[in-house]
Each structure stands twice: as C-alpha cells, then as structure tokens.
C-alpha cells in the first residue's frame, strides 16, 4: 500500500511538471530588458497592459539586465539556447547578435506588417546589419542629445535663443556668457558643462559636432577608420576647444553625467547636451516642488548648436531594438509582442512617457503629445535628422576598447595641462594611435570573415 501511495504521487508529480512545462513553452514569454527607468519591471507592465487585455492567454515575464553584464548574460543565453524569447537589443549590439545567430530573420513578418518605412529613417540602420541578409530586428526606442539652457541666464542677458543656430552662433553667446559673469543661486553661471574622462557618453558627445563637420567614425565603405580625415578632426577639434576657450571648466572634465546635469539643476551651466529623459525630470521636479519654489533651474530646449551653416546639423541617434531570440519556443506569442511594443503607436507612447526616450515608430510623432509641445518639436528634429553608428559586429569594440579610452585619455592630458599650453600635439598622438587601432579591429574581423567562406 505504501509503495501504491509513492507510486501515485510520483505519478501526480510528473503530470504536474508536465503542464507546466506545456505552459512554459506554449503561453509564457520570456523578455529581457535593461533598466531603462527608475522602475523597469513597474514601467514595463504599465505598457504591457494592453498587450495582456488583447492577449488574456499569454504571461510576459520580464528579466532586467545590468549594462555592464548584459551582454555577457546575452551571449551565454545565445550559446546555450537557453534565455529570452523576446530581448532588448541595443543597436550596436545588433550587428554582433546578428553574426552569431542569435536573432531570429523578420524579413517576412516585416512585410505582413508594413515595411520598413513605418520606422525614423535613421533607426532603421540596425535592423539588417551590413553583413546580414536578413532584418533581425525592430527599433524600439530612440536616444539622442538636445542642448538645454538656463532660462535665467538667457533672461538676465537679454538671449533671444532662436538666434544660436550654428557653431559661431553658440560660441558667441558662451563667450557673453562668459564676460558677464552673472550670479545665479550664489554660484557664478559657467557658458557651459560637459562630462570627460570617466563618463561613458563621450563618444555620443562627440559624435553630432563629428558628423555635422562633415566628418565621420569609419569610411563610407566601413572598411576603414576615418578617424584622421580633415572634417572628423575638425569636429573633434572644435569640441575640445570649449575647455581651450574657458567655457567648459577643468573641474567639470572629472565629472560624469550625473554630476554635470546635478550642477545644471542648481543653476551652475548655462548649457549641457543631455537626454531626452531630463525634460521629463526636470518637468516632474518642477511639478512636484512648485516652480516658485523650487530651486530647480527653470530650462528650455535648443537643438544641438553644431552645424557649420544653419540647417546642416547631424546629430548622434542611439537607442534599442527588440528582437526575438532564435531558440524561442513560443514564436507565434513572441511575434506579438514584438509587434505590440514597436509597431502599436499607443505602446510607443506608453514608453515615451515612462522613460523619456523617443519612439521610433514615425506616426507616434502625430500624436499632440510631440506635435503641440515645443521642447518634444525640438526632438523630433533632431531625430529626423540624426545618424546611427554604423551596423558592423566591430563597431562595439572600436567605441568602447578604443574610441572611449583613446577620448579619455586626451580628456586626462588636457585636465594635466591646466594653466600651462594646449597640448595639442599630444592629443594628435592619441588620435593617431586610436586610428591604428581601429584599422587593426577591422582588419582582424575582415580576415576572419574570409577564414570561413
């Protein structure tokens, strides 16, 4: 009898892990994403809440990623085929993600759905990296950089900010800026912030005074640095001299983001190039405290003072796309909600709100949310006219084994040289090495191409 009684609730067992096996495979999706909020599992279901009225039958279990292990934990997943059925991909991820057979082809669920041509013309570089036959993703969300400015320091000098539309336009107003030496909360007012040796955006801040120079990371045929081109120089050359001219502090270039946009805040800058995302904090802070009150910096919003000419600026567009993994056993559910989350201009919506970052499905930007608001007016412009990085498996070491320590190095030389002459040679010297170095990564991924045909 006891042996009976064993023998039944093995049985029990066995059936009860095989439904949950069923439902694991058949009704369970598995997304992966990064901490792209304060509150990425609460934020996230605020914007899958539709998806699961629409969807009664399905669970979206929702994993959060670290930036600094993410990519790690990505290719592990894709190595063991055990991890996510649907996953954040950002776009300079896409490429490497692409050669390892991780993403599954969307070629033909994209023509059933539309075309392309539902995305920002920029966004859709990731979608089919340059040496992939096949889209394998969809962009998600768009990152890019305006210029916010005090309004008080614009006030107390009489700046009209309509007139700071090119590069001569900008250094005029820091260099008044500058002179006047106004006070605000106490503190003089500096023209402006940007963080340097230990932020990790400063690639992305080089990026739009690079491209609308002219200039640009790699050749057009993506075959080569072009790292020492006359324009790529002239842009990097041009954001360096900020710190030359005085109008960005020694102090601030050991200072990270978060430092930089704190000193914003209480009114130290006069300008900073930050995300999308600050309008939304600064319009919470603002809200929250009272703006009569608040010691918060009361801002406005100018695209990035970095063309040559007016109307010819180009500007650094990052951001994610979502993908589904190739191992997944649930596609039918996982093409849902990848069709849910970027294709569903309520969703992109949702998103916007609860991050800050941009939509990148094109008629979300009719809602009156982007078209009646001057400041989301402002983004949009720049992410019509914004550039990704290029689609290449080797683009993420060239920026971040090279590019970030290369800048970070000519941020420490020029911190080293305060008070004594521009070290301008030295800085040619780490350029060059870092145009070495990239031609080296490119020329090791093309010979290890050519090993496998």
């Not at 006047?180 to 909360?185: H, L, P, S, W």
């Not at 030359?244 to 000193?263: C, E, P, V």
């Not at 080797?394 to 971040?400: F, G, K, L, N």
Request: aromatic share 12%.
């Amino acid at each position: 009898m006891r042996l009976l009684q064993l023998f039944l609730v093995a049985i029990s067992l066995l059936l009860m892990s095989s439904c949950k096996g069923y439902v694991a495979s058949g009704k369970i999706i598995h997304l992966w994403i990064f901490n792209n909020t304060s509150n990425p599992i609460g934020d996230m279901n605020k914007v899958l809440k539709d998806f699961h009225a629409e969807n009664p039958g399905i669970k979206v279990e929702i994993t959060i990623l670290d930036w600094g292990s993410g990519f790690s934990k990505i290719m592990l997943a894709a190595a063991t085929r055990y991890g996510p059925d649907v996953i954040q991909v950002p776009s300079t991820w896409a490429a490497s993600l692409t050669d390892i057979g991780a993403l599954m082809p969307l070629d033909s669920i994209v023509d059933l759905w539309g075309s392309p041509d539902l995305f920002i013309a920029g966004a859709r570089e990731n979608m089919k990296p340059r040496n992939s036959e096949h889209l394998t993703s969809l962009p998600w969300f768009l990152d890019v950089r305006p210029f916010y400015y005090n309004k008080e320091a614009f006030e107390t000098l009489d700046i009209d900010p309509d007139t700071i539309s090119t590069r001569t336009s900008f250094v005029n107003v820091l260099q008044e800026i500058k002179n006047a030496r106004i006070q605000i909360n106490g503190r003089i007012v500096s023209p402006m912030g940007y963080p340097a040796k230990n932020d990790w955006n400063v690639v992305h801040n080089f990026a739009p005074w690079i491209f609308s120079a002219g200039g640009s990371f790699l050749t057009e045929d993506l075959l080569s640095s072009n790292l020492l081109n006359e324009n790529t120089l002239d842009g990097i050359n041009f954001y360096l001299d900020f710190v030359k001219n005085g109008f960005n502090d020694y102090s601030s270039l050991d200072k990270t983001t978060a430092g930089i946009s704190a000193d914003f805040d209480q009114g130290r800058m006069a300008f900073i190039g930050e995300t999308t995302s600050k309008a939304l904090y600064l319009e919470n802070q603002n809200f929250m405290q009272g703006s009569s009150t608040s010691n918060m910096v009361q801002y406005g919003c100018i695209m990035p003072p970095t063309a040559k000419e007016a109307d010819q600026g180009k500007f650094f567009l990052g951001g994610s796309n979502l993908g589904v993994f190739s191992s997944t056993k649930v596609k039918r559910e996982s093409l849902a909600l990848l069709r849910y989350l970027t294709t569903q201009s309520d969703a992109q919506f949702q998103f916007s709100r609860v991050s800050g970052f941009l939509p990148a499905l094109a008629e979300t930007y009719d809602m009156p949310y982007f078209s009646e608001n001057r400041v989301r007016q402002i983004f949009q412009r720049i992410v019509e006219n914004g550039i990704s990085y290029p689609s290449v498996s080797y683009w993420s070491a060239i920026e971040t084994d090279v590019l970030t320590k290369r800048f970070n190095n000519i941020f420490n030389i020029i911190a080293g040289s305060e008070g004594r002459a521009w070290p301008q040679a030295q800085i040619n010297a780490e350029l060059r090495a870092a145009n070495d170095e990239m031609n080296s990564i490119i020329s090791r991924d093309i010979q290890s191409r050519r090993s496998k045909l």
